[in-house]
């Protein structure tokens, strides 16, 4: 499968800055990339579609000016979380579509806000 | 609307079989997928069903019936290194969506 790498794996920022997260898929192109939420013991939440080369599209719910996504490249794709408030505290994680059925997920970047 | 209903936990002995279920409810339905996840680390691929019927991989089988919107994964010779979250997914139109998992707690 293909294999996905994501950095930091965490960070601890303050209440009100914004941290930005990558996406990086290693050998293989990916046009489109998901970008998941998830809370403690909870399940995992799409927020967006990253699509190389164009607009991100969000889930219901998600606000695209908070969490801002940027799919420059085949192979990279960021998250920025903007005046991250406690709230926000969760694992995001990532991935890329190896077919139709199957996705690869990146290690995960847990995020804490103080 | 689409959902996955499975159960949040299941607890069995080492070395004993252990089924998880899963029952989905979606508009559009192109497969079934079932993820494996330990504590602090991220979804891994298990398996995934198409078609009606059983796929076999190693200790793990994954089964689908979709005239029943339903299916199953089957863990055998249960490892301690199984203890995990499990779980299923339904890919829609344009996207997987996931169920709330199962937590799998195994006994020695």
């Known amino acids: 499968g293909a294999v996905v790498s994501q950095h930091p794996s965490r960070v601890i920022c303050k209440s009100g800055t914004s941290v930005k997260i990558e996406c990086r898929s290693l050998d293989f192109q990916a046009t489109t990339m998901f970008w998941y939420r998830q809370f403690p013991k909870q399940s995992l939440m799409l927020m967006a579609t990253?699509?190389?080369?164009?607009?991100?599209?969000?889930e219901q719910g998600v606000e695209k000016d908070k969490f801002l996504i940027n799919h420059a490249s085949l192979t990279l794709s960021t998250l920025t979380v903007t005046s991250a408030h406690p709230e926000d505290s969760s694992f995001y994680i990532c991935s890329v579509a190896g077919g139709i059925y199957e996705q690869y997920f990146g290690p995960g970047t847990r995020l804490t806000v103080t | 609307g689409q959902s996955l209903e499975q159960p949040s936990e299941v607890t069995a002995v080492e070395g004993a079989i252990v089924q998880i279920n899963c029952t989905y409810q979606?508009?559009?339905?192109?497969?079934l997928s079932w993820y494996q996840q330990h504590d602090g680390g991220a979804p891994t691929f298990l398996s995934y069903n198409a078609l009606d019927g059983l796929e076999e991989t190693g200790r793990f089988s994954s089964f689908l019936s979709r005239s029943d919107s339903y299916g199953y994964l089957l863990l055998q010779e249960l490892q301690m290194k199984d203890s995990a979250s499990y779980f299923c997914a339904v890919r829609g139109d344009d996207k997987i969506i996931f169920g709330k998992g199962t937590r799998l707690h195994i006994l020695p």
């Open positions: 979606t508009s559009g339905f192109y497969g």
């Open positions: 990253s699509n190389e080369g164009s607009k991100a599209t969000y």
